[in-house]
């Protein structure tokens, strides 16, 4: 095992800051080397905002649920999925043609961004923790998305994904475990005996249980199926789909 | 500038590989660091197939566009978003109701498949250039998705997304020249400056050509914006919406 991938066992998300900012020397290091991760035929298709104004932090913590680390933390960057770069491309060469409106209002284009955007974004967190930074991701930024997307004044074909919350930790949270690796790294083909998936998720729920039960003296005791069989009777979001189409992103 | 984002930035995509096979440690490594990487709500919504059998990788080369180094490789990776684990949690719990099967067939679910996927498969990527490894990501197994699926035998709601070639180097391909920065980074808001934006293209567009100029004596000098225009003159892959329906993910 070497240092980076130390590094990579040992991340946790931090959700406390220093107030310390980050230096525009690091801030540079981070979306550089969220350049540099791969890109799908070389589209580069996302777009990074920086929130330096105190007011745009505090309004997406806000939106993204009173997140205290949205507002409190040493920078932080929203990784938004941009297609409008693209159509400026396609528009420069006079061939923004219905064949070309046609290919970036594709699923297929829409999961191009977002792996792109991604594979970027982890880029970035990884860079970030190499030097002794907490990160930590913000889904919670597509619970207002509209309204995120006004403020940062995004255009048509550009979806902001998720926010990065980056700074010097204040405190380690635990590292928590991940499903057992034989239940998600299968070989040759996805394994079809049913019964050996439904045990390997019965032992992480009993891991997964007496964690969190010696993390809160046994105040909490969540199973890993229990907890997720929860979060999927609250459907989320629901607008998305409407929203993309709003901006010209209609998943045909 | 540290060791990790030196890697970060060394970042090319590896086409030709020696024949030397990636040893369990290694493999080992690699699918642990996906999985450390971060997860929404703690959903590690993906599984990873690895392929040893070599008639699945001569397969998975005709289905992705009889690319090479799908068949030749160190090792061969299929990172699958997977929200078929997520069912089964539901169904171990007894509560795969209406609402989970909302969740589960939304947009929204299938953005956070698609992030988590990829989060995943960057710490792969990483993990395994940490170690000398070359990596190509391989986006053509879209071309065929039905048959790779078949091929893999996926679940429904599992979807292969991308393939990963990792392998010892046989020779170093150059790095590619990323976008200006300040075309990709904007503060506080996505910038509004057309001017500025179609400037900093037609800039990088400039430097593109020389480069492809450079490298091939001449022979080869597309834009950036060109080869961008071109690309969307082609749609690609336009079952999606439909194949994905057909794996009861309807996006709605």
């Given at each position: 095992m070497n240092a980076t991938i130390e590094l990579l066992l040992n991340h946790r998300s931090i959700r406390s800051y220093l107030d310390k900012p980050l230096t525009e020397e690091q801030i540079h290091a981070i979306v550089q080397s969220a350049q540099a991760a791969a890109t799908s035929s070389y589209v580069q298709a996302y777009t990074i905002i920086g929130i330096t104004d105190q007011q745009v932090k505090d309004k997406l913590a806000e939106l993204s649920g009173n997140q205290a680390y949205v507002a409190k933390n040493g920078h932080f960057f929203v990784f938004c999925l941009d297609l409008h770069r693209l159509e400026l491309a396609a528009k420069l060469n006079g061939e923004l043609t219905e064949k070309a409106e046609q290919t970036l209002g594709s699923t297929e284009m829409f999961m191009v961004g977002l792996i792109d955007t991604a594979l970027a974004a982890q880029n970035a967190a990884v860079a970030a923790e190499s030097i002794g930074l907490g990160i930590c991701y913000i889904?919670?930024?597509?619970?207002e998305l509209p309204a995120v997307a006004k403020l940062l004044q995004t255009p048509k074909r550009?979806?902001?994904l998720f926010g990065l919350s980056v700074g010097y930790p204040a405190n380690l949270s635990d590292i928590k475990p991940r499903l057992p690796l034989l239940n998600v790294y299968h070989e040759?083909?996805?394994?079809?005996n049913q019964e050996q998936l439904d045990q390997q998720l019965r032992d992480y729920d009993r891991d997964i249980s007496s964690y969190y039960a010696e993390r809160t003296n046994g105040a909490r005791n969540d199973r890993w199926t229990e907890s997720m069989s929860k979060l999927l009777q609250n459907p989320k979001r629901l607008f998305m789909k409407q929203f993309l189409e709003e901006n010209k992103i209609p998943l045909d």
């Open positions: 889904g919670g930024l597509r619970n550009v979806i902001p040759n083909s996805y394994i079809q």
